[in-house]
């Protein structure tokens, strides 16, 4: 059995920032358990693991078609011998016994329904389960000091954990433009994270505000943040500062992945009627506290009142000044592991280092300008690849 040519074509290619891996493809019974275990490692924060499960379910994401026998594989990186015996026995017997069982632990479910609340990374999540937290209804009963990112991700966890639909992205992308314009005209935004690869839904909202007369975008986030909360948008808002410029490493070597943009991580307040769902979204949500995760042990509803009028919306919003607009375009479309992938070729491959500021030919001892990501994947010696292909 020979693999099939295309197949072969993918084969050279390790890195996932080197191949198109668009949205839909036709592996997603074997992806979907490999990032199932990927999110696990993830939440006993093990990154390395994580990492690995991510890159093999990548690669599947790529194929052609889909895989029926091991033999379909011959030739493709990034599948390690764990990740194999997991697609064996899917291809064998239809699911695995480690991703079920994994899927249907107490520790795996109370860690992602955990961490499924806004402000709640997994150091927190672990500290709870330990003390016998399990959900969302738990942790509003109990007596835990939460911080103000929490307390709203606990407030408003119903309407959080429902996805953001298209039509929300766009109606909230217009709120963001009227906001800008009223603070600093001539300022663009553009959509970006997964709703930029062409997702139709979303956990969250992303945007990238910049402005062609470089200087002119500092100090705009706060006014911006001011604009939406006299109007009543907000439900909660946490704006940090540009660093890049006054940090110590900076600007002489670029940073490590952290980037230092102004930007706020924010809960809006969106009209339903905004993004003309009025109804049916409305109605859908009705009777179901705890947000359709569908693992609440008690009927106990969280202390949420909320008019049925609006939904609270995850956003994101990050400023860049114009001369690095193309490098945060880049490393704000996502997909993570794509980002990463990026990072590793520039590191590895080109000796360069990659970050959402600028990109550092290490060799040449010298910065690498560019306005647009075209311009920075060939730089990097990639083909470009379109927002919508990078769905890693
Ligand atoms: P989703 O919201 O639909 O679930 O997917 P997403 O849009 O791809 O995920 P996201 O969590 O909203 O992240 C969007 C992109 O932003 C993703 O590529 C990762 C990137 N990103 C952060 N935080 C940071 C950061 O601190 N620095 C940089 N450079 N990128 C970041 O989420
Ligand atoms: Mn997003
Ligand atoms: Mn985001």
């Not at 800008?180 to 997702?199: M, S």
């Not at 990109?359 to 379109?386: M, Q, V, W």
């Amino acid at each position: 059995h020979t693999p099939s040519p295309v197949i072969s074509a993918v084969s050279a290619k390790s890195y996932a920032c080197q191949r198109r891996t668009p949205l839909k493809h036709h592996n997603l019974f074997l992806t979907e358990p490999l990032e199932l275990l990927a999110e696990n490692a993830e939440l006993g924060e093990n990154e390395g693991r994580s990492v690995a499960f991510r890159r093999a379910a990548a690669i599947l994401k790529t194929l052609p078609l889909a895989v029926k026998r091991m033999e379909d594989l011959q030739g493709l990186p990034c599948l390690g011998d764990h990740s194999l015996r997991v697609v064996k026995e899917i291809l064998e017997y239809g699911s695995s016994q480690e991703v079920e069982s994994t899927r249907h632990s107490e520790q795996f479910q109370a860690m992602k329904a955990l961490t499924g609340i806004f402000g709640v990374g997994v150091k927190t999540a672990d500290r709870w389960f330990r003390e016998g937290l399990r959900c969302p209804a738990d942790v509003a009963k109990s007596e835990q000091r939460l911080n103000s990112s929490q307390q709203a991700g606990l407030l408003h966890h119903e309407d959080l954990s429902q996805h953001v639909s298209r039509a929300e992205a766009d109606a909230i992308g217009q709120i963001v433009e009227r906001a800008v314009q009223e603070v600093l005209p001539g300022a663009h935004i553009t959509l970006i994270g997964g709703f930029r690869r062409g997702k139709e839904t979303g956990h969250d909202v992303d945007f990238l505000i910049t402005h062609p007369e470089e200087g002119k975008e500092e100090g705009l986030m706060p006014k911006v943040v001011q604009w939406l909360e006299t109007q009543d948008l907000l439900l909660y808002q946490k704006t940090t500062r540009n660093s890049y410029l006054e940090s110590k490493e900076g600007p002489a070597r670029p940073p490590n992945n952290m980037d230092r943009f102004e930007r706020c991580f924010s809960i809006f307040k969106l009209e339903r009627r905004a993004s003309g769902e009025a109804h049916s979204s409305a109605q859908a949500t009705e009777g179901e506290p705890g947000g359709g995760e569908g693992r609440a042990p008690g009927p106990e509803p969280l202390p949420q009142r909320r008019p049925a009028g609006w939904k609270a919306v995850r956003v994101d919003l990050v400023v860049s000044p114009f001369s690095q607009f193309g490098f945060a375009l880049l490393g704000w479309t996502g997909s993570k592991l794509f980002e990463r992938e990026l990072r590793r070729w520039a590191g590895r491959e080109k000796n360069m280092s990659l970050s959402s500021h600028a990109l550092y030919d290490n060799s040449k001892g010298c910065y690498l300008r560019a306005s647009t990501e075209e311009e920075i994947f060939s730089h990097l010696g990639l083909d470009y690849i379109p927002p919508c292909d990078r769905n890693a």
